[in-house]
């Protein structure tokens, strides 16, 4: 967890679009089966 505190100010920036997105692809691949 301390390297993800410590990351996390770069991670909100391009980080967290990039999970958005492959959350989103999983929930529709999830919801099309």
């Not at 980080?15 to 919801?31: D, E, H, R, Y």
């Amino acid at each position: 967890m301390g390297e993800f505190a410590g990351g996390y100010g770069g991670f909100t920036n391009t980080g967290a679009i990039l999970v958005l997105f492959i959350l989103l692809v999983i929930i529709t691949k999830t919801l099309c089966l």
